[in-house]
């Protein structure tokens, strides 16, 4: 179970200097602008859900998936993910959870991707049944086969991120977080991820979260999704209500997307 | 340890798919060394004085600073904890090293000590056998002062490792580290004894590279080989290079400690 309370995250952005001796100035006493990326949210996710997160670019999508991963420390608020704060008990955590960003890889660059994945298994400290186990079946459903012994980085995007996916799930954590998974993937890959992740949390009962610009990864993936603007949330709910708040039955989804956007745009 | 393991693993199968890199490398120490042979005999042969010792021990001494040049040549890695570092945080991919359940520090020694590991089986073995076939390379006195030529070895690198690592930790102040790596690499090149024995230096610099950290990485277990030290000297500079070890890495752990609390509230 994940739970949110009133979580915040201010960055402090340094602020250029003007007149004279401004990078000494900079040094001595630098200034600070304060950006709020998460600016008050609150949610629960259940054991075994799959939600969408939603909005625009600067959102802080992004940033919460950080905090909720424990590689960011909140400004302010409360966060539990399986009933462990992340950012505190960060070992533990990172045991129960896989996460993936779909704008960088977190395999060894240079490394083919089976030794990755030989390297993660002891670190995660997966016994050999499970992980062989857990190859084959990842293998056979993300069709891994053809590159496992290539480097990460001479494959293609679809191919990085499948690899990512399987090196995420390899110690088969409780929770698994997304971030835009399917960006620049191409359609047939996309429609395959979808499946993979679909599965994974339906066969296996991993609890997922996932951002996404994608319209159709929202109709086809998920049933709640929670839409965030300027750090604060719009909406919370069933993708069916979402359709009845701003449109009616039959509205086109992406319109909808856009409505809330626009409208979002105004409060902000 | 298993990581190492794995580690080591990976860097062989690697060997096997490049494996004209690999003879080549083979190829080029045996001609270094040759080289340095050469150097070495006409400067004996000028002056005896010049060199300081007997011309086979000096011809050793050289040739096996080229030897285990190759294993701990610092750019040559992409293990290297100085060129992973910079690397991820150029590309943004730290925040990825944060995901895993491992230290960073470990990690990256994992890592590097499989691929050293690698180099000094596979690498630095060929080498030194051929040379003590064909290049009159000769062996250590005894087989107590092969044994902690060894161990020193061990050491040497360990003490180099934590060295590049706290190279590593300037790219998180400054991005751009390559200034820093010229100096540096300048740095050990001097005053490591692996070009040049610090006996050959004037009194005031030999003080000078006794007390810093460098002379432990190649002086200290060459010298050892060619029996340079007597027994009660070898396990005083073993207990040397173990302080400067141990001291290096607690430095690095500290450092790194505060940049990661740094990027857990900042951000990548
Ligand atoms: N490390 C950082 N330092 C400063 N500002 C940041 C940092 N990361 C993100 N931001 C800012 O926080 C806001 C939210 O970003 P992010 O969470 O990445 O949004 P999203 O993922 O929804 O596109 C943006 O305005 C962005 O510029
Ligand atoms: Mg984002």
Request: charged share 15%.
């Given at each position: 179970m994940i739970t949110v309370k009133n979580l915040r995250k201010t960055y402090k952005i340094a602020k250029p200097q003007e007149g004279r001796f401004a990078t000494l100035k900079s040094l001595v006493r630098p200034r600070y602008e304060e950006r709020r990326a998460v600016d008050g949210i609150d949610f629960t996710i259940n054991d075994g859900e799959m939600v969408g997160y939603i909005g625009q670019n600067g959102a802080g999508k992004s940033t919460t998936i950080k905090m909720l991963s424990g590689i960011l420390v909140p400004t302010a608020g409360e966060v539990s993910v399986n009933g462990l704060t992340p950012h505190k008990d960060r070992r533990e955590h990172l045991r129960g959870i896989g996460v993936v960003f779909g704008q960088k890889?977190?395999?060894?660059?240079?490394?083919?991707v089976i030794d990755s994945l030989n390297i993660l298994k002891e670190m995660y400290r997966v016994d050999d049944a499970r992980f062989r186990k857990n190859l084959e079946m990842f293998t056979d459903l993300l069709d891994l086969g053809p590159f496992?012994?290539?480097?990460?980085?001479?494959?293609?995007l679809g191919q990085r991120v499948r690899a990512d996916l399987a090196a995420a799930l390899m110690h088969d954590p409780k929770t698994l977080f997304l971030d835009e998974?399917?960006?620049?993937?191409d359609v047939i890959a996309k429609e395959r991820l979808r499946e993979f992740i679909t599965e994974i949390n339906r066969e296996r009962g991993v609890t997922v979260l996932l951002t996404t610009h994608d319209v159709v990864d929202m109709e086809k993936m998920v049933k709640r999704v929670i839409v965030i603007n300027a750090g604060q949330i719009l909406y919370d709910g069933s993708m069916l209500g979402l359709r009845e708040r701003y449109g009616?039955?039959?509205?086109?989804i992406e319109d909808i997307v856009r409505e809330i956007y626009r409208e979002g745009g105004k409060t902000a | 340890m298993k990581i190492f393991a794995k580690c080591l693993h990976t860097e062989r199968r690697s060997a096997g798919l490049y494996r004209t890199d690999f003879l080549l490398k083979v190829l080029y120490s045996m001609i270094a060394m040759y080289g340095v042979r050469s150097l070495w005999t006409a400067l004996y042969a000028q002056d005896p004085a010049i060199v300081g010792r007997p011309l086979p021990s000096m011809i050793t001494y050289a040739m096996l600073a080229v030897a285990l040049d190759i294993i701990f040549?610092?750019?040559?890695?992409?293990?290297a904890p100085q060129n992973y570092i910079s690397q991820q945080v150029r590309t943004g991919r730290i925040d990825t090293d944060l995901?895993?359940?491992?230290d960073l520090q470990q990690q990256l020694l994992a890592r590097n000590g499989g691929a050293a590991a690698f180099g000094a089986l596979w690498l630095v073995m060929p080498a030194w056998l051929l040379s003590v076939l064909f290049l009159g390379m000769e062996l250590p006195p005894s087989l107590f002062h092969g044994a902690a030529f060894l161990f020193s070895g061990v050491l040497s690198f360990l003490i180099l490792f934590s060295l590049n690592f706290l190279l590593g930790m300037v790219c998180f102040v400054t991005t751009e580290i390559r200034q820093i790596t010229m100096a540096y690499s300048g740095i050990l090149t001097i005053l490591?004894?692996?070009?040049?024995?610090?006996?050959?230096?004037?009194e005031w610099m030999q003080a000078l590279i006794n007390v810093l950290?460098?002379?432990?990485?190649?002086e200290t277990p060459l010298s050892i080989y060619i029996g340079a030290v007597g027994n009660y000297e070898i396990l005083c500079s073993l207990v040397l290079q173990a302080a400067w070890a141990g001291i290096l890495l607690l430095l690095g752990k500290i450092m790194w400690l505060g940049v990661h609390r740094r990027l857990a509230v900042q951000g990548g």
């Open positions: 890889t977190s395999l060894w660059w240079d490394v083919p496992l012994e290539q480097p990460v980085r001479q494959l293609s998974p399917t960006i620049g993937v009616g039955e039959d509205a086109d | 040549y610092p750019s040559a890695l992409s293990t995901l895993r359940p491992v490591s004894g692996k070009l040049i024995p610090n006996w050959l230096y004037p950290p460098f002379r432990c990485i190649f």
